[in-house]
């Protein structure tokens, strides 16, 4: 796949890149989904899945009564301020400065990197100029595409074109080009093992994007947390990146959502409201209490 035919793509899936997944059709009635009484307005929190297919819908209807109910949706960043111009410039911010990818990351990861990427049908190629980082990125969203799950089924892309649709206003909490430096201040050591991360056994994978479906449907936001615990882990700067310094910027936008007069929903990335950190604990931290819905609990 070339670099540029996925740059959108990458724009609309980066974060939770690596915990995307497909699921059952079958819904609990517990929901990925949280309600904070504001002192005027509702503001609701939804942990969303980036990539999805056709067949994951229709949305449960917790999901779609929250939708209903928001004058207005806030994103990770907002899709509609982002033309394709301007990704490709920010993208292609991110190759290597004299280097290839092998010498980045060493002759050896990079031979272990080709054996892996044989195996799963990527060619390293087209990813030579970039950082590791960003090669881990693009590897990621191929092999999901290959497994025919697409952004453009995702939750913010599907909601994003319905708010158009109905006249609601689309905000987001950070840029781009802020989503991707906090990417690129990670260290050789943490970039070289999320690349060859990236290219593990596809059975793996698989199962791993099973579990984090499952428990997505059923809200289980335990097995989410058990997971970000692990990337916490085995990563650490690399969780840092992803999750803990963002939550924190979202923090102080999303206490003052709720001293607005109209009601929000939020949508990030479901690991984000899962496990030590999260953007829920943290709001805890500062007095705000979010209830977790169900089907029944959104019927208004």
């Known amino acids: 796949m070339a670099i540029g035919k996925s740059v959108n793509r990458l724009v609309r899936g980066i974060a939770l890149a690596t915990l995307c997944a497909a699921g059952s059709s079958a819904y609990a009635d517990l929901l990925p989904l949280w309600e904070i009484q504001g002192s005027g307005n509702r503001v609701y929190l939804l942990g969303s899945v980036h990539f999805l297919r056709p067949s994951d819908y229709p949305l449960p209807a917790g999901i779609e009564a929250a939708y209903a109910d928001a004058d207005e949706l806030v994103m990770e960043i907002d899709l509609d301020d982002l033309d394709s111009t301007e990704a490709q410039t920010i993208t292609s911010r991110m190759a290597i400065d004299g280097d290839d990818l092998p010498t980045s990351i060493g ?12 195996t799963v049908g990527i060619d390293l190629q087209p990813l030579m100029p970039f950082e590791p980082w960003f090669a881990a990125l693009m590897i990621t969203q191929i092999r999901m595409l290959q497994m025919g799950f697409d952004p453009a089924w995702g939750i913010e892309t599907q909601l994003g074109e319905r708010a158009d649709h109905d006249g609601k206003p689309i905000s987001g909490l950070e840029t781009l080009a802020g989503q991707l430096a906090f990417m690129d201040t990670l260290d050789a050591d943490t970039q070289r093992l999320f690349l060859l991360e990236s290219l593990k056994d596809e059975a793996e994978t698989e199962d791993e994007m099973q579990t984090v479906m499952s428990a997505w449907h059923s809200g289980d936001m335990e097995v989410l947390a058990e997971l970000q615990s692990k990337l ?38 479901a690991m984000h409201l899962a496990g030590e950190g999260s953007v829920l604990e943290l709001l805890a931290e500062k007095g705000i209490r979010a209830k977790q819905l169900s089907d029944e609990r959104t019927e208004r």
């Open 232 to 269: 916490m882990r085995d990563a650490p700067r690399l969780g840092d990146a992803l999750f803990t310094r963002r939550n924190r910027n979202w923090v102080p936008q999303i206490i003052e959502l709720t001293k607005q007069n109209k009601n929000y929903l939020v949508i990030v990335g």
């Open 107 to 118: 002759a050896k990861a990079y031979a272990e990197a080709q054996a892996l990427a044989a």
